[in-house]
């Protein structure tokens, strides 16, 4: 089946450093990818959607000068958490979508968990 | 604006025993349904999903789930449980307007007692 990656899988930083995480589709092209928030027992929140060659999407409340998406290949995504603080410590998980699909389906990396001291 | 509601925060069941996750979900339009089930410290995994056709959905790991539209509900259920089956649980919903992100409820964690 598809298979979607990230990494680093775990990171550990100081507070005020930035932080990158990649996601990549290994097997299929996604002109799409999502970046999902999840706080420890809660449920994922999506933060944005990244559209190949063009800006990302985000939603409400979440901060594009923060959290910058750059989706500049079709197997490539990344999501670099700038001056990081501890409230951004959580667990980030970005989903691609097989754009070779007629009913789309998202497949989802494994996570990268973030702790900022 | 879609939405997805597990009213579970938690299930238990005894090995060999059916069991049922709980899913309801509001949408303008057709629904596409989803369950995922999430394992410590990693990405989801795909178990099944409803787009159109037989209400009763068949997925991995012999799980399914029933698309009740009357009731706008989507329950995931397992005739057998195996320990191996506890995780946690998401149901999620489609983005309808054609931005196709996902809303996720709450998530279930399920535990199989031997």
């Known amino acids: 089946g598809a298979v979607v990656s990230q990494h680093p899988s775990r990171v550990i930083c100081k507070s005020g450093t930035s932080v990158k995480i990649e996601c990549r589709s290994l097997?299929?092209?996604?002109?799409?990818m999502f970046w999902y928030r999840q706080f420890p027992k809660q449920s994922l929140m999506l933060m944005a959607t990244?559209?190949?060659?063009?800006?990302?999407?985000?939603e409400q409340g979440v901060e594009k000068d923060k959290f910058l998406i750059n989706h500049a290949s079709l197997t490539l995504s990344t999501l670099t958490v700038t001056s990081a603080h501890p409230e951004d410590s959580s667990f980030y998980i970005c989903?691609?979508?097989?754009?070779?699909?007629?009913?789309?389906?998202?497949?989802f990396g494994p996570g990268t968990r973030l702790t900022v001291l | 604006a879609q939405s997805v509601a597990q009213p579970e925060d938690q299930v238990n069941v005894a090995e060999g025993n059916p069991l049922t996750v709980k899913c309801t979900y509001s949408?303008?339009?057709?629904?596409?349904l989803f369950w995922y089930v999430q394992y410590p410290n990693r990405g989801l995994q795909f178990l099944l999903k409803?787009?159109?056709?037989?209400?009763l959905v068949k997925g991995s790991y012999g799980f399914e789930a029933e698309f009740n539209k009357s009731q706008t509900s989507f329950h995931l259920k397992k005739p057998s449980a195996l320990v191996s089956d506890s995780a946690l649980y998401f149901c999620?919903?489609?983005?309808?307007?054609?931005?196709?992100?996902?809303?996720f409820g709450s998530g279930t964690r399920l535990q199989v007692q031997p």
């Open positions: 097997d299929f092209q996604a002109t799409t």
């Open positions: 990244s559209n190949e060659g063009s800006k990302a999407t985000y």
């Open positions: 409803y787009i159109t056709g037989d209400n």
């Open positions: 989903s691609a979508r097989d754009s070779g699909r007629a009913i789309d389906t998202q497949y």
């Open positions: 949408v303008s339009g057709n629904p596409y």
């Open positions: 999620a919903v489609r983005d309808p307007t054609g931005r196709r992100a996902l809303t």
